[in-house]
């Protein structure tokens, strides 16, 4: 059952103002040791909009959101976020840059060493010149936002998955970042915990007009919280569009991701050559 | 152009959902790979110290904001310095005992039994405090190191102190460098008077020696330079010790096996590192003193 958007929220919620280009990547390449992961992506997401990356594992979804904050190299093409050309950026202007990016890893990746209120409050103190006060304020607020002001008090290691992923969400939010990236927000939480998650995603973009690009697994989450998809496959992007355009959509790839199925287009590897030749190696096949 | 028997194993395969990587690695000779590898992880190693230390230079000479936090050092000296004292006081302690009870039979035989304190105090002076304290470090400090910064790299920690532009070579190598730096000597320096200690035990117990005596004649034989080389020596074996185990956790792969793996590694590599660092810090100071 996919759940329309309109129910995440009321219906009085302000339709967000899709404005100028916040993310704009041309014929993005990026390789690890030789191996292309992205092979000539391209992707555009403007203000206020939340962009679903879909794709099979390994199809260079983190590497694509790693691009952006700037954490891996391209070796071809232009990435430009927030009016900046991120490839170009030295390290005192990417630390600068990754500030307005708000980054939630897929298992949270709270540290583990404090408290949830530091966390939050070590960010804070990082990156601000509020008072000691001030800052106790904030974090209790971000943490108001997730349903967790009452964990202010707990470690990491005393918090439910779901709980750590809502807290991460609060720290990744605590700079009030202009764009927010979600690497699999879904990983591993139970239903229940996916629809809390998901609505405070859906809160921000909607309400807050937060611009964030989500990669997700969950075909349902996916398509209840953008405004528009991309599926990626061999490291481009193969289908684009709204969640209506894609529950019809006619990429037989993109049919057998969504479907679920066993076999399809998107795992028949037979047909490359350099399968067959690295399989049995180049002389045997002469 | 795919042979129908090269088509078949393909598509058995293909529930692998994996294409297999290139070879090219292991076509290369065997010994080049190593010695490039081995080139690489020096220079990493060499770029991660490098970068604590650009944190550790005053703001204003520096294009990346933000200071070394001064409760993590806090912190770290004392996890180096009182941490590492109960085992560090039985260590040197019983080592200045087995030293100066393998000495007292020889002398004794040659009949100079009262060089005992200055050979006793010479070598753990110069020689062994320093690298019993260097190996106590290794063990303690290096392994928990390691660990520690291990499984903040599989948990996507040091990743996430980055995506807040907070450097963990600023805000985590940073403080254990400068923790050591300063509980190094110092521990050095205890341990050079728990092992002198351990010998003195030794002499007035058994071989009956008068301990003022036996202080006065260890102060006689050692002087500064000796003393100056055994806190040197503390420092050095400290930074191998500490920037080891911070390259080896920082870069592991693997997830809890491979944090297990580099706990080993860091404590394997800095013995080696501090054994070839001494005789290299001997032998340059072997004319002097
Ligand atoms: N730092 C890296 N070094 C080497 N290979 C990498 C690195 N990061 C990702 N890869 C490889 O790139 C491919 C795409 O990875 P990733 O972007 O994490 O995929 P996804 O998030 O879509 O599952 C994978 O095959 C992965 O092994
Ligand atoms: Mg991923």
Known sequence: MVTPRSSLLSESDPTPVVGEPVVEVRELEVSFGGRRVLRGLDLEVRRGETLVVLGGSGSGKSTLLNALTGSVTPSRGTIRVLGSSVAELDLARLDAHRVKVGFLFQNGALFQSMSVRENLACVLREHTALTAEEIDILVKMKLELVGLRHAVDLMPAELSGGMRKRVALARALVLDPPLMLYDEPGAGLDPVSLAGVDRIIATLGRILGMTSIVVTHHIESALRLADRLVFLHEGTVVASGSPEEFRTHGDPRLRQFLDGAAEGPLNDRSGREDYATSLLGKERLR | ?289
Do not use: H, N
């Open chain 2, 1 to 289: 152009m795919t042979p129908p028997t090269a088509a078949r194993l393909a598509l058995s395969f293909k529930e692998c959902g994996r294409t297999p990587d290139k070879r090219e690695e292991l076509s290369e000779g065997v010994s080049t790979g190593m010695f490039r590898k081995s080139m690489v992880s020096v220079g990493d190693w060499g770029t991660s110290v490098g970068r604590a230390f650009y944190w550790l230079a005053p703001a204003g000479l520096r294009r990346r904001r933000g200071a070394v936090p001064a409760f993590a050092i806090v912190e770290q000296v004392d996890r180096f310095s009182i941490g590492v004292l109960p085992l560090l006081t039985v260590v040197l302690g019983f080592v200045g005992m087995i030293l100066a009870l393998q000495l007292a039979t020889i002398l004794e035989l040659l009949g100079v039994v009262e060089f005992l304190p200055s050979i006793v105090g010479i070598a753990m002076v110069r020689e062994m405090a320093p690298l019993l304290v260097g190996v106590v470090l290794s063990g303690f400090a290096g392994a928990s190191i390691a660990s520690e910064i291990g499984s903040m790299k599989v948990s996507d920690e040091l990743r996430a102190y980055e995506s807040f532009s907070i450097a963990p070579t600023r805000y985590l190598l940073a403080p254990r460098l400068v923790g050591i730096a300063i509980a190094a000597p110092i521990v050095t320096g205890l341990g050079f008077y728990l092992g002198i200690g351990g010998g003195l035990v030794i002499a007035e117990a058994i071989l009956g020696m008068d301990s003022g005596q036996y202080i006065t004649r260890t102060l006689a034989a050692l002087d500064l330079q000796d003393v100056l080389l055994g806190l040197l020596k503390g420092e050095v074996f400290g930074l191998l010790v500490v920037s080891i185990a911070w390259f080896e956790g920082s870069r592991v792969t693997g997830g809890a096996l491979g944090v297990g793996r580099a706990t080993t590694a860091a404590v394997v590599k800095s013995v080696v590192a501090i054994i070839a660092a001494d005789l290299l810090l001997t032998f340059l100071f072997f004319r002097i003193g």
